[in-house]
């Protein structure tokens, strides 16, 4: 689970909070989203989930609730970051978006390519607060 710039895994097996390291770069969650893809899991990798994150926003904690933060000029984050929970806490980082891209759609092509598409450039998660989408995807 992922809620601003922290991630647990909750086992609820052991009932237990299993803290991982903090998001890198950027907010990554609602309303700041990031595209996300479950990369492939094969018996190469031991069917052994890793989670890829793309784009964001970079807002720190304090500034949500600052009177003067304005969401729309707030820029989209380029970096692409990935972790296998079941193997690390840790981050890694990924080659990084051609641009910015807050709210993205991360679809995984059958030949292993990353299809990125919609998005914005700037804001966040809500019609009212987001600025210059993105038409043109990524690869």
């Given at each position: 689970m992922q809620a601003n710039w922290a991630s647990i895994i909750l086992d609820y097996n052991i009932r237990a909070e299993i803290q991982l390291d903090p998001m890198p770069d950027a907010v990554r969650t609602y309303p700041a989203s990031a595209g996300t893809v479950v990369l492939p899991m094969t018996p190469a990798n031991n069917w052994t989930a890793t989670i890829m994150f793309c784009g964001g926003s970079n807002v720190t904690t304090p500034q949500w609730s600052d009177p003067t933060?304005?969401?729309?000029?707030?820029?989209?984050?380029?970096?692409?970051?990935?972790?296998?929970?079941?193997?690390?806490?840790?981050?890694?980082?990924?080659?990084?978006?051609?641009?910015?891209?807050?709210?993205?759609?991360?679809?995984?092509?059958?030949?292993?390519?990353?299809?990125?598409?919609n998005g914005a450039k700037f804001g966040k998660l809500c019609s009212l607060f987001v600025g210059h989408f993105h038409v043109i995807p990524s690869l």
């Amino acid at each position: 689970m992922q809620a601003n710039w922290a991630s647990i895994i909750l086992d609820y097996n052991i009932r237990a909070e299993i803290q991982l390291d903090p998001m890198p770069d950027a907010v990554r969650t609602y309303p700041a989203s990031a595209g996300t893809v479950v990369l492939p899991m094969t018996p190469a990798n031991n069917w052994t989930a890793t989670i890829m994150f793309c784009g964001g926003s970079n807002v720190t904690t304090p500034q949500w609730s600052d009177p003067t933060f304005i969401a729309i000029q707030q820029t989209a984050a380029t970096s692409c970051v990935k972790i296998t929970p079941d193997v690390s806490p840790s981050y890694e980082h990924d080659d990084p978006l051609p641009d910015g891209r807050t709210m993205a759609n991360l679809i995984l092509l059958p030949d292993g390519t990353i299809f990125c598409t919609n998005g914005a450039k700037f804001g966040k998660l809500c019609s009212l607060f987001v600025g210059h989408f993105h038409v043109i995807p990524s690869l």
